[in-house]
C-alpha cells in the first residue's frame, strides 16, 4: 500500500543520546517535511526538503538536522537530545509546492 | 508575524447536529488553505481552498474561503460519531521559511460527538 511509513512507533530515549527517526515514502512525492506536535502548540514544521538533494529549515529547526539523499528517504536526527525535544514528530509529502501534504502515523518520542 | 488562528479549541455535540469549525489567518503573501482531519495518529487531508466564494463538498463535510475578511469555515452535516477528531486547519504562504508549500498550523478544534 503506498503511503509514509515511519519508524519507530515509538521510542524513550535518555537525554544526551542521538537518535534517528526514519521516514520513508512510495509515492515519488517531490516534497517532504517533519513536523513536531506538542499540546497547547499545534503541529510546527522543523525542516522540510523540496527535492531530493535539497534542504532547508523551519520554524523550530535547533536540535535536529536533516538529510535527503534520494527521493524516498528523509531522517530526522537528534544529535544530543533533550527533554525538551519530547514530542510527537510527524513526517508529510507532497508532490509539489502547490500539492497537498500527506502525513505518516507518527513516532512518539520521550526523552528523560 | 504570520499566524492562524481556530475556534472554537473544543466542541461537544450530538449526533445529528450540524456544526461549523473557524479558521482565521494573518500570513504574507497568502497561497492556500488547507483542512485536516485528526484522530489518532495521522492528520487525514480534507480540502484545499485556494479561491474565495468556491465551496468543495465531500459528503457531510463543505468549506469554504472568504480571502477578503482573511478566514476559512469548516461545516459538518449531520454528524455522526465517527465525525470526533482535532480539525486541523493550516495555511501556505507564498514564501515561508524561504520555500513555497510549507504550511503553517492553526491548534486545532476538538469535536466531540456524543451519541
Known amino acids: 500500500i503506498a503511503g509514509i511509513t515511519q519508524a519507530p512507533t515509538s521510542q524513550i530515549l535518555a537525554a544526551g543520546r542521538r537518535m534517528t527517526l526514519r521516514c520513508t515514502q512510495d509515492m515519488r512525492h517531490n516534497a517532504m517535511y517533519w513536523y513536531r506536535q506538542d499540546l497547547g502548540l499545534g503541529l510546527r514544521l522543523i525542516h522540510y526538503?523540496?527535492?531530493?538533494?535539497?534542504?532547508g529549515k523551519g520554524e523550530v529547526p535547533d536540535g535536529y538536522s536533516v538529510s535527503r539523499a534520494n527521493t524516498d528517504d528523509f531522517p530526522l536526527t537528534l544529535a544530543s537530545a533533550v527533554p525538551s525535544q519530547t514530542s510527537v514528530y510527524f513526517c508529510?509529502?507532497?508532490?509539489?509546492?502547490?500539492?497537498?501534504?500527506?502525513f505518516g502515523d507518527g513516532t512518539r518520542l520521550s526523552i528523560l | 508575524e504570520d499566524k492562524v488562528v481556530q475556534s472554537p479549541l473544543s466542541l461537544v455535540v450530538h449526533e445529528g447536529d450540524t456544526v461549523t469549525l473557524n479558521c482565521s489567518y494573518e500570513v504574507t503573501n497568502f497561497r492556500s488553505l488547507l483542512w485536516y482531519k485528526q484522530e489518532k495518529k495521522a492528520p487525514t487531508f480534507l480540502f484545499m481552498l485556494t479561491s474565495s466564494g468556491i465551496e468543495k463538498k465531500s459528503g457531510r463535510l463543505s468549506s469554504i474561503l472568504d480571502k477578503k475578511e482573511l478566514f476559512s469555515i469548516l461545516n459538518i452535516t449531520a454528524t455522526q460519531t465517527g465525525d470526533s477528531a482535532v480539525y486541523l486547519c493550516a495555511v501556505s504562504p507564498r514564501n515561508y521559511g524561504g520555500s513555497q508549500g510549507n504550511l503553517i498550523f492553526g491548534k486545532g478544534t476538538k469535536l466531540s460527538v456524543k451519541p
Open positions: 526538503s523540496n527535492t531530493a538533494g535539497t534542504t
Open positions: 508529510a509529502s507532497s508532490l509539489g509546492k502547490d500539492q497537498p501534504q500527506h
